[in-house]
């Protein structure tokens, strides 16, 4: 199965294992309206809150008060066994720990070891957890009683933020409220009128706690859609509900209408079905784009490098350039003689040049002046630091104008995934995440300097390529597909059926010979026969032991001219050579139109 496929339905679990902690949490409240025992509500709550913080461990200390002293115990625990607790009696009276029993606020620490309120402890004792995220809330009673603290660890650093904190805290808020009802009903529960209060307020609370749960939901997936800086940036698999929240809307155009094309074609009402199959098809092919960006930002796509005459490449842009910036913005395009070549992806390169173009555009509602400049720039040690790249030659691509400019705070969070700061609808919030992982993969770096008022400046620096620049292709002129020669043959290898049979099919329409194969091995068989075979498509990933790239390097060493196209939807760096492609094998990303194919497997064949 593509990886695409599989990042997806993470993704999708993720969301419904938060959906799941909001239930679980709905059930909690559902007792309350029965549950009468203190120590049963406190072991709920806490099941819920570890669960919704994504905390490994949760303690509740319960506050009791006796002849004038306050003394405190462990009442309840999660996520480890009693002894990994008791043996080491309460947390150490620090800056860290201390606050919580005093009832003075939360207090949050996204790494224990770091934090400097921890003390000079040495680390952890022998045998303790392992706890570096730590928060703390302490539970106060409406009365502003405190009635114990809850404690939630993990062993991983950073696992706790500002999400966290509320939704703990406002959890905290409804334990108080539920102890605080029960102990009021076992101490009165002789007065029936104050045990009836008390139940109504328990089912106040449940009748309320859907929308609550709604509510949080909410935050939770504006916050996740802000993803944190740079060392977190490398961790695609950490995209949040906003990305399940997108598939899933194009998912439902996709499904609705084949499910609605299906209805009309059994009744007969084929003059009616063209609009599903367009809206199914718009809806695939923005889903396709959106993996596709977030593989150029993950740096996981499968570049296309040639030798690049970027002023050769911006030429060629700007009257596209133009039309997009409308008649109000002023564009000047300053071209630097003997401008080095560079070796990129070449259409990664326009799209990310477009791409900041609509970002000056839209900074500049009233008008202004757009500037796109290329340099050659010898970076020494300090330059190369400053930018975080290798010294050495580099050729720039810059784009200025004169907008509104950005904040230090926007600059420094402009290359998260999904961040954006305009309006919502407007946008992915991907495209200069797109624009980092494409540069990064290239060798390169992409740099924002930008004052508010002042305008921005956004150049992308990509290394020398020492040699000539390719000569552009000429668009294939539309028409009908390219037919196969006689007897041209083509080997299908892919352990997905569907795609097996439609690419087989669209060859066959086409005159080829298609020989399908269900694996690495069952291809190889073919390719180590007799049987003619002009080009082998290949998905990377395939069952067996055996991938494409190794099933097509065997099959060289007999048809050392076999021209393999891989098509795949995740592009697999330890195969396909970190992105780049060995000379003779090409690649074509999933999805991707059965005219491409068929095109580009005329190309292959034919070598034109």
């Given amino acids: 199965m593509p990886t695409g496929a599989g990042q997806l339905e993470t993704e999708l679990a993720r969301l419904r294992e938060q959906v799941e902690a909001f239930e679980a949490v709905n059930r909690v409240g559902s007792r309350l309206a029965a549950e009468l025992d203190p120590a049963r509500l406190v072991h709920a709550f806490l099941e819920a809150v570890t669960l919704l913080t994504h905390a490994a461990y949760g303690a509740y200390f319960e506050n009791i008060a006796a002849h004038g002293e306050t003394s405190w115990h462990l009442a309840s625990l999660v996520g480890a066994p009693i002894e990994a607790f008791t043996r080491f009696g309460l947390p150490r009276a620090t800056a860290l720990f201390g606050p919580t029993f005093a009832a003075e606020g939360v207090v949050r620490s996204a790494d224990v070891l770091a934090d400097h309120r921890y003390g000079s402890h040495g680390g952890m004792p022998a045998g303790h957890l392992p706890v570096r995220s730590y928060m703390a809330i302490p539970v106060v009673s409406r009365s502003g009683i405190t009635l114990g603290a809850l404690l939630f660890g993990h062993g991983q650093p950073g696992v706790f933020g500002e999400r966290e904190e509320r939704l703990a805290t406002e959890l905290a808020w409804q334990a108080a409220t539920a102890i605080d009802n029960a102990r009021l009903f076992q101490a009165s529960q002789n007065e029936v009128a104050e045990r009836a209060r008390a139940q109504a307020e328990l089912r106040a609370l449940n009748e309320t706690l859907e929308s609550r749960i709604s509510e949080r939901t909410a935050e939770l997936m504006r916050a996740e859609e802000q993803l944190r800086q740079s060392q977190k940036m490398e961790a695609v698999g ?334 697999e760096n330890a195969v396909l050579s970190h992105g780049h492609l060995d000379p003779g094998m090409h690649v074509l990303t999933k999805p991707f139109a059965m005219e491409a194919l068929a095109t580009r497997i005329k190309e292959l064949i034919t070598g034109c």
């Fill in 238 to 571: 950490q995209l949040t509900g906003g990305l399940a929240h997108d598939f899933n809307n194009l998912l439902t155009g996709i499904t609705g209408s084949l499910e609605l094309l299906q209805t009309r074609v059994a009744q007969g009402r084929v003059s009616e079905i063209d609009r599903y199959v367009v809206a199914a098809q718009g809806a695939a092919r923005r889903a396709a784009a959106l993996t596709h960006r977030l593989l150029a930002f993950s740096r996981q796509q499968t570049l296309d490098p040639k030798p690049v005459d970027v002023n050769r490449l911006v030429a060629g842009m700007e009257d596209l350039v133009r039309r997009t910036m409308g008649p109000a913005i002023a564009i000047e395009t300053v071209a630097a003689a003997g401008l080095w070549p560079t070796l990129c992806d070449p259409g990664q390169l326009e799209n990310a040049l477009l791409n900041l173009c609509i970002n000056a555009r839209d900074a500049m509602p009233d008008g202004g002046r757009l500037t796109i400049e290329t340099g050659n720039r010898w970076l020494d040690r300090r330059a190369a630091a400053d930018r975080d790249i290798p010294p050495g030659q580099y050729v720039s691509l810059c784009v200025s104008d004169s907008g509104t400019g950005m904040t230090p705070e926007v600059v420094a969070r402009a290359f998260d995934p999904f961040f954006t700061t305009k309006p919502i609808g407007v946008g992915t919030g991907l495209g200069l995440s797109m624009i980092y992982g494409f540069a990064r993969q290239s060798g390169g770096q992409v740099r924002i300097y930008s004052e508010p008022g002042d305008g921005s400046l956004v150049c992308i620096y990509l290394p020398r390529h020492v040699g000539h620049a390719a000569t552009p292709e000429e668009p294939a002129d539309p028409g009908e597909l390219p037919r196969a020669g006689e007897g041209e043959t083509v080997l299908v290898v892919d352990d997905e059926p569907t795609v097996r049979m439609l690419v087989a099919e669209v060859l066959q329409d086409l005159g080829y010979t298609a020989i399908e194969a269900a694996d690495g091995a069952a291809g190889l068989a073919v390719l180590q026969s007799d049987a003619r075979v002009d080009l082998v498509v290949t998905d990377v990933g395939l069952p067996g032991g055996m991938n494409g790239r190794q099933m097509a390097d065997v099959a060289r060493v007999q048809r050392p001219g076999l021209q393999v196209l891989f098509i795949t939807g995740y592009a």
